[in-house]
């Protein structure tokens, strides 16, 4: 059973925006860093943006998503958000979030089998 919960995805127009949500019910993801990844239909999954655990203050963005999603935290709420704004229909994709107890972050973004937890993934499509 997944310990983490991807919700937020959806059907959007070219240039429109998601807000992605990555939720924890049974432990707290202030302990970790948390990556978004993504995987389209017939492509290898890909880091798209990751931050560091509560406390720090690192995150790293995928180059074609730079200055068009933002990564965030809310402590309180215990949820990591994915804010994704001019999406493109290259953007379409299943988004999964994942939690690692390493500095992943900081030292290797992308490295899928740094990161212990994963959710389910929520889809993501854009297109007119």
């Known amino acids: 059973q997944s310990q983490l919960v991807e919700s937020g995805g959806g059907l959007v127009q070219p240039g429109g925006s998601l807000r992605l949500s990555c939720a924890a019910s049974?432990?707290?993801?202030?302990?970790?860093?948390i990556g978004w990844f993504r995987q389209a239909p017939g492509k290898e999954r890909e880091g798209v943006s990751c931050?560091?655990?509560?406390?720090?203050?690192?995150?790293n963005y995928k180059d074609s998503v730079k200055g068009r999603f933002t990564i965030s935290r809310d402590n309180t709420k215990n949820t990591v958000y994915l804010q994704m704004n001019s999406l493109k229909p290259e953007d379409t994709a299943v988004y999964y979030c994942?939690?690692?107890?390493?500095?992943?972050?900081?030292?290797?973004?992308?490295?899928?089998?740094?990161?212990?937890?994963w959710g389910r993934g929520t889809q993501v499509t854009v297109s007119s």
């Open positions: 994942a939690a690692a107890l390493s500095r992943a972050c900081a030292y290797s973004p992308w490295g899928a089998t740094r990161y212990n937890y």
């Open positions: 049974e432990f707290s993801l202030n302990y970790y860093d």
């Open positions: 931050i560091s655990k509560s406390g720090g203050s690192s995150t």
